[in-house]
């Protein structure tokens, strides 16, 4: 699977943990978003799984020069209220449209860069914002071996 519909959602409140990266970064062993998904899995996990009512979310905000600059990457979830974990920062995704993609079902590792490389690819990429992007890790995610994501990328409505 892949490219699936646009839809438009609302601004959205964001929290969780961040990382300044760029593209080329995460290409070396230098790269900071796999220790930032470690530290999210074994210290912050619980705070955004309690109940299993939220998806785990994986924000990328701040862009500076669309995908050859620097970036925020943030791992956490969306929220009507603040969050009582004094490192969650809160961020604003603003209101937009947004081309959803939906990966194949496979290994969580595979699945993700797979699904990256096509929208890098994806015929009408000229239309993407830089607002804020974000994967939706939901219940279709929960086996990592098996694990199947959608991926927002904010497009110009």
Do not use: C
Not at 30 to 58: C, M, N, T, Y
Not at 63 to 90: A, R, V, W
């Amino acid at each position: 699977m892949s490219f699936s519909h646009f839809v438009h959602l609302e601004k959205k409140r964001f929290i969780g943990i961040s990382e300044k990266t760029n593209n080329k970064l995460e290409m070396t062993e230098e790269r900071k978003i796999p220790a930032l998904w470690d530290e999210f899995w074994k210290q912050d996990a619980h705070f955004i799984l309690s109940g299993g009512q939220s998806d785990v979310i994986a924000l990328y905000s701040d862009y500076e020069q669309e995908t050859h600059g620097q970036y925020t990457f943030s791992i956490g979830t969306f929220t009507d209220g603040g969050s009582t974990l004094p490192k969650y920062k809160e961020r604003i995704l603003p209101t937009s449209s947004y081309a959803v993609f939906t990966s194949r079902v496979g290994p969580i590792e595979d699945i993700v860069i797979e699904t990256w490389r096509e929208i890098w690819s994806w015929e009408k990429r000229h239309l993407r914002t830089y607002s804020g992007d974000f994967e939706q890790y939901g219940l279709a995610a929960a086996q990592p071996l098996q694990a199947q994501i959608q991926i927002f990328i904010a497009v110009q409505s």
